[in-house]
């Protein structure tokens, strides 16, 4: 299930918390995935057709298609976007018109060593998408 911008916006902060899972490109630098699951979510809540994973969360992509341009803390990059960590905890997540704004914390665990980072990003696109998976497995 695709939801439009307008509706998944409504639910990014209950992103703080969450995971984002892995970041992969399509057939080219333009069309970008990132898969992510929010923290628990009181079902209560959800007002519009978003189902939920069986831990109350919402799991799913987020497809930016004709990305212009990726900015990690204010700096302009020119290679692809990477997960470069084991695990990033989303602290923020906003949509806004043709933009993503994310705040991550990045961790790496053992066997590799121990090392954290942060990472403001910024991404401008033509077009967002939610892609609604409640049964994603993480």
């Given amino acids: 299930m695709y939801l439009d911008k307008s509706i ?8 703080h918390d969450g ?8 057939n080219d630098d333009t069309e970008l995935t990132l898969t992510m699951e929010s923290a628990e979510v ?3 809540d959800i007002k519009d057709p978003i189902p939920l994973a069986k831990e109350d969360r919402i799991k799913g992509k987020l497809h930016l298609k004709g990305v212009k341009s990726i900015y990690i803390n204010d700096k302009k990059i020119f290679s692809p976007l990477k997960m470069n960590y084991d695990d990033g905890e989303i602290l923020h997540l906003k949509i806004k018109n043709n933009k993503v704004l994310l705040d991550i914390s990045w961790c790496n665990y053992p066997p590799k060593a121990r090392d954290t980072d942060f990472s403001s990003i910024t991404i401008n696109v033509e077009d967002v998408r939610w892609e609604n998976i409640p049964d994603l497995k993480t």
């Fill in 8 to 15: 998944i916006s409504k639910y990014t902060s209950y992103f």
């Fill in 19 to 26: 995971s984002l899972i892995a970041i992969n490109y399509g």
């Fill in 42 to 44: 009181d079902p209560e």
